[in-house]
Nanobody, 128 residues
Framework: QVQLEESGGGLVQPGGSLRLSCVVS????????VGWFRQVPGKEREFVAS????????YYADFMKGRGTIWRENSENTVYLRMTELTPDDTAVYYC?????????????????????WGQGTQVTVSS
């Protein structure tokens, strides 16, 4: 059974950076396309970044382009998201997700309803 566990959130000052981790258990992380989403209470969950199962194809939400990086470390069975130039608008609970049985190893997924496995989330707070 696949489980995802996020970590690395916390309090950071505006302009700072943060690296989030998502440890995958129960299966190899490179068997799935993966993604990061975030949610503020009372608002819709929104897409942040996505990585294909193979080939290293990535895609980022407009607000994350140029300051976000998603990657895998297969030896650690972990997905990472590094964010820089953080602002208070980045304050949210961040979730990692994985999709089972992808159609293509190079496919990118950005819609939350297409992902099957989710972590519990990690809180990121950007404040001075």
């Amino acid at each position: 059974q696949v489980q995802l566990e996020e970590s690395g959130g916390g309090l950071v000052q505006p302009g700072g950076s943060l690296r989030l981790s998502c440890v995958v258990s129960g299966d190899a992380v490179d068997r799935y396309p993966v993604g990061w989403f975030r949610q503020v209470p009372g608002k819709e969950r929104e897409f942040v970044a996505s990585l294909s199962m193979s080939g290293g194809l990535t895609y980022y939400a407009d607000f994350m382009k140029g300051r976000g990086t998603i990657w895998r470390e297969n030896s650690e069975n972990t997905v990472y998201l590094r964010m820089t130039e953080l602002t208070p608008d980045d304050t949210a609970v961040y979730y990692c997700a994985a999709k089972r049985d992808p159609v293509s190893i190079s496919m990118i997924y950005t819609k939350e309803e297409l992902f099957d496995y989710w972590g519990q989330g990690t809180q990121v707070t950007v404040s001075s």
